[in-house]
């Protein structure tokens, strides 16, 4: 079950933890940390050539299934904030968009940009040479589903603005808390990230300050221990924004 965090008693330290590595200051998109080049480059090399260990072929590789859990909560923004274009920041192979029917109550859609009722959705994925381009422009809305806690923390500050920086309206940010399933070629877990909600929340309350008038929702994924000892995966969502562009507005 979906549950609200709540900011107001939150207690969040305005510093990253120890052991992040390097000064995250120091990098930006003009010159990123040697880790995220280095984790670009494997995922390029596994989106080319799949992950032959795990008899995964490179068609079956990241081909953005995460998405389709977000589709209503993204939809139900849409619809509130009127929005027409959309960036989807980290997508994988951007098979999410291929024609795929969607059954709803009021009736079927063929796709999810019908099903959002968007103009235009652009793709965006530094590890996928299809989309590696970055896009020109902004967007009414911008997601991120998965993909944040693929980045080292020290790329962190630069690449949730950089993802601030693209949206008109609103970005969508969900965070898996917990390590992934699939391991990188040098044996790290693909989740190079792994920290609680709190810690993601401080980062973006930080970055939105930089953006007036922009507001930001959040969905992170945690597991947590059922009766059964069992791990079930629960989404705690979250919003947040910064000043109005004007005093009063």
């Not at 909560?73 to 192979?93: F, P, V």
């Not at 793709?123 to 998965?146: H, K, M, Q, W």
Request: aromatic share 10%; hydrophobic share 30%; proline share 8%.
């Amino acid at each position: 079950m979906d549950r609200l965090i709540d900011k107001a008693s939150s207690h969040r330290k305005a510093n990253g933890r120890k052991g992040e590595r390097g000064s995250m200051a120091e990098y930006s998109r003009s010159n990123p940390s040697p880790r995220y080049r280095e984790l670009i480059g494997m995922y390029c090399d596994m989106h080319e050539h799949g992950i032959p260990e795990r008899n995964l072929p490179a068609s079956e590789t990241f081909v953005g299934r995460s998405l389709k859990s977000h589709a209503r909560i993204i939809k139900s923004i849409i619809d509130i904030m009127g929005s027409q274009t959309i960036l989807d920041y980290g997508a994988g192979k951007g098979t999410q968009y291929r024609p795929e029917k969607i059954a709803t109550q009021d009736g079927d859609f063929p796709d999810i940009k019908s099903f959002w009722g968007v103009d235009a959705i652009t793709c965006y994925d530094p590890g996928n040479a299809e989309f590696d381009t970055l896009p020109d422009g902004r967007f009414d809305g911008v997601i991120s589903t998965d993909m944040l806690e693929h980045c080292p923390s020290e790329d962190l500050p630069w690449v949730i603005d950089e993802i601030f920086s693209f949206a008109d309206e609103f970005p969508y940010l969900n965070v898996a808390c917990y390590p992934a399933l699939k391991v990188l070629p040098d044996g790290e877990n693909a989740h190079v990230t792994i920290e609680p909600p709190d810690w993601w929340q401080n980062r973006f309350d930080a970055a939105v300050t930089a953006h007036p008038g922009l507001r930001y929702f959040t969905c992170f994924d945690v597991l947590e221990k059922g009766p059964d000892g069992k791990d079930n995966l629960t989404r705690l969502m979250g919003k947040g924004k910064s000043k109005p562009k004007h005093p009063g507005g």
